[in-house]
């Protein structure tokens, strides 16, 4: 009996996570370049259950097995997927996207980071930053634009200004990205990167984070019906042991 009661505890903590999860992605679904994440379970080790007083005719020192029982769920891992987002066209010629694999590269005093996010502009120095103020990186380091009155970007990532090529995007691919680690606000770091993407840039337009409302919503009820079950389990578990409890007091 005490084992159901930390089985379905352990399921309501998984649950727990699962819509802390659900939540994030949908706080952060107009959050441009956002990749959402998903919740991997696993299982506690399963127990051998077998017959007590029982045994097997050819077998007289081992009683035959009932079956395996369940010890609890667990949240295994935090996954991030990384399919692209929706693009959304923009008027603002600093905006980037990229259709297809591969990540820019910016920079600031914290290190090189990647990202999806490609909402850019320029600072008061004229080097194109991020919405936060990091750098985006060129193939030969910041890029810088000054007051340039025409810029264009054409699909491999090569920068003119005023119809003179200034600069090449820093555009990388990593193979595995389960490797990567989000480091907040559409930024991502680790993995091993190659340089050059199998996509297009794609000029103002920027991408969308990949987080569908009517999914999450759905997870979220889902989650909290296995919740409120679990939550049931526990409250016939505790009602039975009190039950149990009174008998033994008579």
């Known amino acids: 009996m005490i084992r159901g009661l930390y089985t379905a505890s352990s399921g309501m903590m998984v649950e727990m996570n699962k819509n802390d999860i659900s939540a994030s992605n949908l706080a952060n679904v107009n959050t441009t370049g956002y990749k959402r994440d998903t919740v991997v ?39 991030t997927v990384y399919e692209q987002g929706q693009l959304r066209e923009s008027t603002n010629p600093f905006d980037l996207a990229i259709s297809g694999d591969g990540f820019f590269t910016v920079s600031n005093q914290n290190g090189t980071f990647l990202t999806r996010n490609g909402s850019f502009t320029l600072d008061s120095e004229g080097y194109l930053v991020t919405s936060r103020g990091d750098m985006v990186q060129g193939e030969a380091g910041p890029i810088r634009l000054n007051d340039a009155a025409d ?70 009820i ?29």
């Not at 097997?56 to 667990?74: H, W």
């Not at 691919?173 to 340089?195: H, I």
């Not at 919740?227 to 008998?247: F, K, P, W």
């Open 151 to 220: 810029i264009e970007v054409d699909s491999s990532g090569t920068i003119k200004a005023d119809g003179m090529t200034v600069a090449t995007l820093r555009l990388v691919t990593v193979a595995d990205t389960a490797q990567l680690t989000k480091a907040g606000d559409s930024l991502f770091t680790g993995g091993q990167a190659v340089a050059g993407i199998t996509g297009q840039v794609r000029q103002r337009f920027v991408e969308g984070s990949n987080v569908n409302v009517i999914t999450e919503m759905v997870n979220m």
């Open 41 to 79: 379970t696993g299982s506690f080790p399963e127990m051998l259950l077998q017959r007590v007083n029982d045994q097997r005719l050819n077998d007289v020192s081992r009683p035959p097995a009932v079956g395996n029982l369940g010890t609890g769920a667990i949240v295994d891992e935090v996954v």
């Open 222 to 250: 889902t989650i909290m019906r296995a919740y409120e079950a679990n939550q049931r389990i526990i409250s016939g578990y505790d009602s039975t042991l009190s039950q149990a409890m009174d008998v033994g007091r008579k």
